[in-house]
């Protein structure tokens, strides 16, 4: 949902967002440090969780959900990426 709002509404893009992001992150990478069999549990779990965090982006940015795409423009290497920032 970060990453969602942080490309889709830059202007309002802030170092509390960019704080969440990297939290976030680094809570993904301790839970597959802990459990490495969920890294291939990943991908179908994009797929899963993509509508909720457009439904969240959308009611967090009053953005229409139809302003997102239909399936994630991220690949899960990208969002687990921690230099990488959407454009």
């Known amino acids: 949902m970060n990453l969602l709002k942080w490309q889709f509404q830059p ?13 976030q992150r680094d809570e993904i990478e301790a839970l597959l440090m802990d459990s490495p069999s ?3 549990q990943l ?5 899963m969780i993509y509508p909720k965090a ?8 009053d953005l229409p959900e139809t ?5 994630s ?4 290497e990208k ?9």
């Open 11 to 23: 202007e309002k893009q802030s170092t509390s967002w960019l704080g969440t992001i990297q939290h």
């Open 73 to 76: 423009p991220l690949e899960i």
């Open 67 to 71: 302003a997102f795409p239909l399936s």
């Open 43 to 47: 991908e179908p779990g994009l797929e």
């Open 38 to 40: 969920l890294r291939g």
């Open 54 to 61: 457009v439904r969240d982006a959308s009611r967090e940015t």
């Open 79 to 87: 969002i687990l990426d921690q230099s990488f920032l959407p454009d």
